[in-house]
């Protein structure tokens, strides 16, 4: 999607990090209070957008960094990092879900 289109998707940052932030909490509230099997299902799916839309945005900074000349390695570990823990959390959140 990143590639195909011309939009800046930066503007997703302040958003997912604050919905990654408020989940985090949500399922420690469940775990430890509410203890739901639904609530549990409710925030898999939203994991799974939350990671989903984490991958667009990482491959726009991944995007930019290219198109700026930033060839260092601190940018390309940081970026190869953050890409390979939304795959490993959206598949958690994948797994969470289909383990039910």
């Known amino acids: 999607v990143v590639y195909i289109t011309d939009y800046d998707f930066g503007f997703l ?14 399922e420690l509230l469940n775990y430890l209070i509410f203890k739901s099997t639904a609530f549990r299902r409710i925030t ?17 900074r991944l995007e930019k960094a290219v198109a700026q000349g930033d060839e260092s390695w601190g940018t390309a570990v940081t970026i190869a990092v953050e890409l390979y823990l939304d795959i490993i959390n959206l598949f958690a959140y994948i797994l969470e879900l289909l383990g039910g």
Do not use: E, K, M
Not at 13 to 26: E, K, N, P, R, Y
Not at 46 to 57: A, K, Q, S
């Open 44 to 60: 898999s799916y939203v994991g799974i957008v939350i990671f989903t839309l984490y991958l667009v945005y990482d491959f726009n």
């Open 13 to 26: 940052g302040i958003f997912l990090f604050i919905s990654l932030f408020a989940t985090i909490i949500v």
